[in-house]
């Protein structure tokens, strides 16, 4: 910066004579990190995208993601068997309270059947009883 006019280019950042050489400084160290970052940020995802396409190309460096990958399959069957026995015995409850229920129902109108002879022949009895009364009389 050989000359100082009304306004220096300096590195892309336009300054401008009022400026305190603090605030330039702050302000190329800024622009720097920016820099920096996006560069370390472009490796980042370059890294990312070179470690994924390597795994889904060779497997075989992968050991421990498809043992990790078939144990939790496992843990799914597992979990999915478990759930349909569990089902199985709720229905097997279900099936045998129902035919309790059944059970008992049929045993309550026999019941109730035989208690509906026992009042027709007790009536029966006592018409027949009534009868043989008005006839000796």
Same mark, same amino acid.
């Given at each position: =910066?050989?000359?100082?006019?009304?306004?220096t280019?300096? %590195?892309?950042?336009? *300054?401008?004579?009022?400026e305190?050489? /603090?605030h330039?400084?702050?302000i190329?160290?800024?622009?720097?990190?920016?820099e920096?970052?996006e560069? /370390?940020?472009?490796?980042? /995802? *370059?890294?990312?995208?070179q470690?994924?396409?390597?795994?889904?190309?060779?497997?075989?460096y992968?050991?421990r993601?498809?043992?990790?990958?078939?144990?939790?399959?496992?843990?799914g069957?597992?979990?999915?068997?478990?759930?349909?026995?569990?089902r #199985?015995?709720?229905? =097997?409850?279900? %099936? %045998?309270?129902?035919? %309790?229920?059944?059970?008992?129902?049929?045993?309550?109108?026999c019941?109730?059947? =035989?208690?509906?002879?026992?009042?027709?022949?007790?009536? #029966?009895?006592l018409?027949?009883?009534?009868?043989?009364?008005?006839? #000796?009389?």
């Amino acid at each position: =910066m050989a000359s100082r006019s009304s306004d220096t280019k300096w %590195q892309g950042i336009y *300054l401008f004579e009022c400026e305190s050489t /603090l605030h330039r400084n702050f302000i190329r160290l800024q622009q720097e990190n920016k820099e920096r970052s996006e560069s /370390l940020r472009h490796q980042q /995802l *370059l890294q990312e995208q070179q470690l994924w396409e390597g795994r889904s190309t060779n497997a075989d460096y992968w050991p421990r993601d498809r043992n990790i990958l078939s144990s939790r399959r496992s843990r799914g069957r597992r979990k999915k068997e478990q759930r349909t026995q569990q089902r #199985h015995e709720q229905e =097997m409850r279900r %099936q %045998q309270e129902h035919k %309790q229920g059944r059970h008992e129902q049929e045993d309550k109108r026999c019941i109730e059947e =035989m208690d509906r002879q026992r009042k027709e022949e007790d009536k #029966h009895w006592l018409a027949e009883d009534e009868k043989r009364r008005n006839d #000796h009389e």
